[in-house]
């Protein structure tokens, strides 16, 4: 194994980027780069899953896919909440926060990009790094549902914390959906 591949699988990420690769090979020479991975793609070293985005092999995360597609994105809305028992409906499909409402199947797995403004996008609040992804926690992931949607129905609301909640809404700078957040806090707490 030659010394650019021994650096790619000393990384703890099993999907990379161009710009990734760039940083890892040293190389801004953007000819040379793609060259090189030509080359490793060629040798069976390096996967292409999509244009820009490759993969160490088959083996990959697929959220990690997700969220190296369009930079910056993060794990949300139904993924987040079918995870944490907020939602019983099984999606085979990735919902991505992202900057625009896109649809896309690479290699069998669907990807649901939903569009939020900028500013949300940027702002990290209850956005965790996990497993070389970015991924919303419960609460932030129940607020980006109701941001976008104003009537969802919701299965288990038992583990939201609403106190969380709260404090994360103002991010959101939306009256009509701080009400819709009292209104299902009414609602459901029992």
């Not at 980027?17 to 060259?35: P, Y």
């Not at 499909?93 to 290699?107: C, M, R, S």
């Amino acid at each position: 194994m030659d010394n650019l591949i021994a650096k790619i699988y000393q990384l703890p990420k099993t999907v990379l980027t161009n710009k990734d690769l760039a940083l890892v090979w040293q190389e801004t020479n953007q000819n040379n780069l793609k060259s090189k991975i030509a080359y490793y793609i060629k040798q069976g070293d390096l996967l292409k899953i999509t244009r820009g985005v490759f993969a160490k092999d088959k083996n990959y995360n697929k959220r990690e896919l997700a969220t190296s597609l369009y930079s910056p994105s993060y794990i949300s809305f139904e993924t987040v909440l079918r995870d944490s028992g907020v939602i019983f409906q099984h999606y085979e499909t990735i919902f991505v926060a992202g900057k625009w409402t896109k649809q896309l199947k690479i290699n069998g797995q669907k990807f649901s990009f939903r569009k939020l403004k900028d500013e949300l996008l940027f702002n990290s609040t209850d956005i965790m790094f996990k497993d070389n992804y970015n991924i919303a926690s419960q609460e932030r992931s129940f607020l980006d549902t109701i941001y976008l949607f104003s009537e969802y129905y919701f299965d288990n609301l038992s583990g939201i914390d609403w106190e969380k909640c709260f404090e994360l809404a103002p991010i959101y700078k939306n009256k009509q959906m701080i009400e819709r957040l009292k209104k299902y806090q009414k609602n459901y707490v029992k």
